[in-house]
């Protein structure tokens, strides 16, 4: 059962008839998504940059230092269910909201956790926690839900683009956040946490409050009518869609997870990496601050690369880019910010390269009627990949090294290239080039 009259009928009967209102719908709520994720950008960096170090200081072992990854994107994964699942049946805005406010909540917690030296505490906040970097992640969609087949990847890379904001601010605020939080009785490692709650939280009212009509609604209802009206674009969409669906989703959630195991690893001893050779606190900020930026600020051109040249190019280059982000990380001198910043950046662009191609694949590879759980569910497993990824991360390098941790990453990365000839020798993908010029 479905919950979808949100919209009184009327209206929504004006946007299944109107392409015009639809097109400055998709607009507007591309401009929600944008102001709502540089408020979630600011929140997911507190966890990235000092998640390890708030956990090592307090347990006191090393080897555990990757766990606080570990939970996150575990609470990421179950948040990406249960925000799937929402939007699939309240739509969107209740879905992210919920989704944001849940994220705040845990931060709040994890401040609590530090003021308490509470070990249990922290744990389950930082699963908590995770709520909103998986809501800030599954954002992007929302500004997909009306865009065309040739818009997809740019609407992707807006919403993404934006986070940048946030994201490379929240990792340099690290010893603003840390002297303002020890002036209040607060642990500083605890101190970019209370930027998060705060993020987070304006983040869901922001979707809450503004995201009306909801855009993902609007996208269901147009595509039913159409499909009962036998119309051109919704009956072609339905073709598309049953013709590459199965391949489709293999390839994209392969491309996804493998980018997202390579990255969570390699950024999450990073900070460990750095304090063991004598770096501060406020390197350890930038170089995570670059990191993030490099995540998301080229996003804008990597949509249009994706929406030019095509799904599966971008999804080769991620495999490439990733690899010489490992050999570098590798090879680079501990002592070198400035290589560590070049490796580090390479392993954001990786990233992007693959979240972008692999979103648009997943997207093409849907129709509106199932799309939001299906994107929940894949973003499930994507979050469980870096969740294995951070956790084993700490125990390759306690018994290791952070090079050895590095170049299996690279090496990790390879496996997208394998992936994607297979499915151009399938030739199912193909539906991308349909899409595309519909």
């Known amino acids: 059962m479905t919950h979808e009259p949100q919209i009184k009928d009327s209206l929504l009967r004006e946007y299944i008839d109107s392409p015009d209102l639809r097109s400055k719908l998709y607009k507007r709520s591309l401009l929600i998504v944008v102001l709502?994720?540089?408020?979630?950008?600011?929140?997911?960096?507190?966890?990235?940059?000092?998640?390890?170090?708030?956990?090592?200081?307090?347990l006191g072992m090393e080897s555990l230092a990757g766990v606080p990854s570990a939970l996150i994107t575990l609470g990421s994964a179950a948040a990406a269910l249960l925000v799937g699942r929402l939007s699939e049946h309240y739509g969107r805005r209740l879905g992210l909201a919920g989704g944001f406010f849940a994220g705040g909540l845990g931060a709040l917690g994890v401040i609590l956790a530090a003021v308490n030296h509470s070990v249990l505490l922290l744990f389950i906040s930082l699963l908590i926690y995770g709520a909103g970097t998986s809501t800030n992640l599954q954002a992007r969609y929302a500004g997909t839900d009306l865009a065309m087949p040739n818009q997809r990847a740019k609407a992707i890379s807006i919403a993404m683009v934006s986070t940048t904001l946030g994201a490379v601010a929240?990792?340099?605020?690290?010893?603003?956040?840390?002297?303002?939080?020890?002036?209040?009785?607060?642990?500083?490692?605890?101190?970019?946490?209370?930027?998060?709650?705060?993020?987070?939280?304006?983040?869901?009212?922001?979707?809450?409050?503004?995201?009306?009509?909801?855009?993902?609604?609007?996208?269901?209802?147009?595509?039913?009518?159409?499909?009962?009206m036998g119309q051109s674009q919704g009956a072609d969409e339905g073709k598309r869609v049953s013709k590459s669906s199965n391949s489709g989703l293999i390839v994209g959630a392969t491309v996804m997870i493998l980018t997202q195991i390579v990255m969570v690893a390699i950024m999450t001893m990073t900070p460990i990496h750095m304090k063991h050779h004598g770096h501060s606190l406020g390197d350890v900020g930038l170089v995570i601050g670059i990191h993030i930026g490099s995540m998301y600020f080229p996003s804008l051109i990597t949509g249009v690369l994706v929406d030019k040249i095509g799904r599966t190019a971008m999804s080769i280059a991620s495999g490439g880019v990733l690899l010489l982000a490992g050999i570098i990380a590798a090879v680079a001198p501990p002592d070198s910010i400035l290589v560590l910043i070049i490796a580090l950046s390479l392993l954001g662009i990786g990233w992007n390269f693959g979240l972008i191609s692999g979103t648009a694949i997943i997207i093409d590879s849907t129709d509106p009627t199932t799309r939001a759980k299906t994107q929940g569910t894949i973003d499930v497993l994507i979050a469980l990949a870096g969740a294995s990824g951070g956790a084993l991360s700490g125990m390759v390098v306690a018994h290791s090294s952070y090079a050895t941790l590095s170049l299996v990453g690279g090496g990790i990365a390879l496996l997208l290239i394998p992936v994607v000839i297979w499915s151009r020798s399938k030739s199912n993908i193909s539906g991308e080039n349909a899409s595309l010029n519909s």
């Open 36 to 58: 709502s994720q540089i408020f979630g950008g600011a929140g997911l960096a507190a966890g990235v940059t000092v998640g390890a170090l708030l956990a090592q200081e307090m």
């Open 170 to 228: 929240g990792p340099n605020m690290v010893d603003v956040t840390g002297h303002f939080a020890t002036s209040i009785g607060i642990p500083a490692l605890a101190g970019p946490f209370i930027l998060a709650a705060a993020a987070f939280i304006l983040a869901g009212i922001v979707f809450l409050i503004f995201l009306r009509p909801d855009p993902y609604v609007v996208a269901k209802a147009v595509f039913k009518s159409q499909q009962s």
